[in-house]
């Protein structure tokens, strides 16, 4: 039977928030500096968005542009971050570190997880950077909270990453392979329907969302419009 199409956008503010979750949103992805493509929002911020709306949030825990830990004030400072995002009410994140080889930063994303305590979280699009994505999802198999993974198929984008994306929904339930599969990262509405017919019911927005650029907001338009799409393609199928 087919379900509802999840559909998560980027929230950067309060007015984000609201207006997503006014045109369709299921959940945000709350973050800042999107210049450095999302770091971790102050608590303040969460705080309002979580006063103004009721559908999920998930935190970014990022602190510095790139996909290694170490930066602005390395693992412990990203552990004292996330605790300081749980004792604010947050209940779900998005992370994810590489190490210099491109595999997976297990003691970085083990410590964070820990922190966590159980939450639920996404690892994000660092698998787009990853060496090896079939081994990164191995090495993360089993970390307690871990329930989906946002990806293009490819550091370029869902263009060039829509055969890889349909390759790995094709496993899903194997080892490392159990988690739902959230496409973002250039994608479009006419990306929709192979993305459905290949099992995929998750989805991403940013950019799409914001019809005037980055530096204007949410529009409850755009969102109704993915949707729109997203439930046409359940009662299609």
Request: overall charge negative.
């Amino acid at each position: 039977m087919s379900t509802r199409a999840v559909l998560e956008v980027i929230a950067l503010g309060i007015e984000d928030a609201v207006a997503a979750q006014a045109g369709g949103a299921d959940r945000l992805e709350l973050v800042t500096d999107i210049a450095a493509d999302g770091l971790t929002p102050p608590a303040a911020t969460f705080a309002g968005i979580r006063a103004a709306v009721d559908i999920p949030l998930r935190v970014m825990l990022r602190l510095a542009d790139g996909f290694a830990a170490a930066g602005a004030g390395g693992v412990d400072r990203l552990v004292r971050v996330a605790g300081e995002m749980r004792a604010a009410g947050a209940e779900e994140f998005v992370l994810g570190f590489l190490d210099a080889d491109g595999g997976a930063d297990l003691t970085a994303v083990e410590r964070v997880v820990a922190e966590l305590d159980g939450c639920r979280w996404t690892f994000h699009r660092a698998i787009d950077r990853a060496a090896d994505r079939d081994a990164l999802r191995k090495q993360l198999d089993g970390l307690p909270g871990l329930d989906t993974y946002l990806t293009a198929g490819s550091a370029s984008g869902v263009d060039d990453g829509l055969p890889t994306l349909v390759a790995e929904a094709a496993r899903t339930g194997e080892p490392g392979y159990e988690q739902r599969i959230m496409v973002g990262g250039g994608l479009r509405l006419d990306h929709v329907a192979a993305l459905r017919a290949a099992g995929i019911d998750a989805f991403h927005i940013g950019g799409a969302a914001r019809p005037t650029g980055w530096d204007g907001p949410v529009s409850p338009e755009a969102v109704a419009e993915w949707r729109t799409v997203l439930d046409g393609e359940v009662s299609s199928r």
